[in-house]
């Protein structure tokens, strides 16, 4: 392990302006294909502080002071006051500040390339053909932002930005790099004393601050990798998150030293805390010497993570899933899957039961995890297309959803929905595995590949166990309705879930 060029720089900078690191008990090191990494140079007990963060450390809309030279009203007339736009803005100012910067010597440690999806060719994009990652990486709605509101805000304050470095530090390409920094790197620091769901001021006087969830880093996704509670920095429950996707990003900080930590999957063993001045990073288990300081970035699934941080997570998996890869991985499956394929058996009007569905799902996908369980809503779906029409006028007088129960009736249209959504992919998981072989793969495309096997993985083992569960059925379902008589109403005169 080898200390990086750059890192002694860095320390100096971070206890020249009143950070604390023992360094008897850490150090900083690359490890490969891992980047910068915190070492423990010593066995540390749990519950010890590594390192102390002073709050005006931190770099957010809070502590830079380009939003008070730019003036509030015109930061609000440009826009810069919802999503990220302000926030990236005061990271390019920061930087080109250069040494005038406070965060000079944090900004120049800090990555200009990245592996995530943002930054990958054509070519590479089309091997996330089928997973979760395609639709989300939001390069154009980025791009969008800058256009519209930081290149007019630029202009407009040529003292500010003046034109001589524009294209270092002001160009769509840097927009991205610092959007990317926050995106991988940042934490969610909110004010000492403030209640969980209490707004600031900055969110009294500007309401619609927080509603930019379109943009390419949507301020759940940084919400939900580090919330704090109770005095705490942790990742949330991305599932818990719904309500509060509408987010301060005034909150949202680069933390220095802080993200100097990697993620694992379940190997967190420090966390960071936050007290009135400062944030403390401590540990939370026994460590080691020579063990990595591992944080967490929330244990999310690959897709999720190559899209944010650009690599993946490959442990040991937990039955029904056997062999490696991530056992947070989930995979996606859209409704409009299911009414395609249930369109053919459907009963009465599709169309209708589809809108009414609509207003009253949680969402117009579905998420199956790795117990190759079949999303009860997905089954409730198919149960709804396939009922009789005296059946479904009962249930919509009754404002019910059917409930998401396996039986004969919706296998066999599970099953083509798996085997459906297999097909979105332009490979098979034998030939997937096969490549993974290859030991001269660049890392985006061995990546790509990564997620990939996870999704289809979980989605064999789910077809697997729908198969046979059929096969115990006792063969054609279709037949077994035939002989049981009209087909019942899965749901029906039993309380639904709304
Ligand atoms: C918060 S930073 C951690 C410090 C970083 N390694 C560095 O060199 O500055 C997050 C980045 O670290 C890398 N990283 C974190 N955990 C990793 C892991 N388990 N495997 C590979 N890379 C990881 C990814 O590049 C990610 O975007």
Redesign the pocket.
């Given at each position: 392990m080898a200390q990086s060029d750059s890192t002694p720089a860095f320390l100096t900078w971070f206890t020249e302006h009143d950070g604390i690191m023992d360094t008897s008990s850490m150090l900083l090191a690359i490890v490969p294909?891992?980047?910068?990494?915190a070492i423990a140079s010593r066995d540390i007990p749990e519950g010890y502080t590594l390192f102390e963060i002073p709050r005006g450390l931190t770099l957010s809309l809070r502590t830079s002071s380009l939003p008070e030279k730019f003036g509030i009203s015109a930061w609000r007339k440009h826009g810069l006051h919802q999503g990220w736009a302000g926030l990236i803005l005061c990271m390019m100012w920061e930087e080109s500040l250069q040494e005038l910067s406070n965060w000079s010597g944090y900004l120049s440690i800090l990555?200009s390339s990245f592996?995530t999806p943002m930054f990958w060719s054509e070519e590479e994009l089309a091997e996330l053909k089928g997973t979760a990652v395609v639709d989300k990486i939001g390069r154009g709605d980025a791009e969008r932002d800058y256009h519209e509101k930081v290149t007019p805000a630029i202009r407009s304050r040529l003292d500010l930005f003046p034109p001589n470095v524009h294209d270092k530090f002001f160009s769509v390409e840097q927009y991205h790099v610092m959007g990317s920094r926050i995106l991988?790197?940042s934490f969610r620091v909110e004010p000492w004393g403030k209640e969980e769901g209490e707004e600031d001021d900055e969110e009294e006087d500007g309401a619609e601050a927080n509603t930019s969830t379109d943009n390419a880093m949507d301020v759940d996704e940084l919400v939900e990798r580090r919330h704090p509670e109770k005095g705490q920095l942790e990742p949330e429950e991305a599932s818990d998150e719904e309500d509060d996707e509408i987010e301060d990003t005034a909150d949202i900080a680069m933390v220095p030293m802080a993200?100097?930590?990697?993620?694992?999957f379940e190997s967190e063993n420090a966390k960071l805390f936050y007290e009135e001045e400062v944030l403390k990073m401590i540990t939370t288990k026994e460590i080691q010497a020579g063990e990595q300081i591992w944080n967490t970035y929330g244990d999310l699934p690959n897709s999720d993570l190559l899209r944010r941080?650009?690599?993946v997570?490959v442990v040991t998996l937990r039955p029904p899933l056997a062999g490696e890869g991530n056992p947070a991985d989930v995979v996606e499956i859209r409704a409009d899957l299911v009414v395609e394929t249930v369109s053919s058996r459907a009963q009465g009007n599709v169309q209708n039961r589809v809108d009414w569905w609509l207003e009253r799902a949680d969402d117009d996908a579905f998420v199956a995890e790795s117990d190759c369980e079949v999303p009860k809503e997905l089954i409730s779906l198919v149960h709804l297309l396939l009922l009789p029409e005296v059946d479904w006028l009962k249930l919509h007088a009754q404002e019910k959803l059917p409930k998401g129960k396996l039986t004969p009736e919706v296998l066999p249209v599970v099953i083509e929905v798996l085997q459906r959504r297999l097909t979105a992919y332009p490979t098979s998981l034998e030939e997937d595995v096969t490549l993974l072989e290859d030991p001269t793969l660049s890392t985006n495309k061995r990546n790509a590949i990564v997620v990939r096997v996870g999704e289809k993985r979980i989605l064999q083992c789910t077809l697997e166990r729908i198969q046979a569960l059929q096969q115990s059925a006792g063969g054609n379902p279709d037949k077994k309705r035939k002989d049981t008589g009209p087909t019942r109403h899965p749901g029906g005169n039993k309380k639904s879930r709304r």
């Open positions: 294909g891992h980047g910068r990494a990555p592996d991988s790197r993200d100097m930590l990697n993620a694992r941080y650009g690599h997570d």
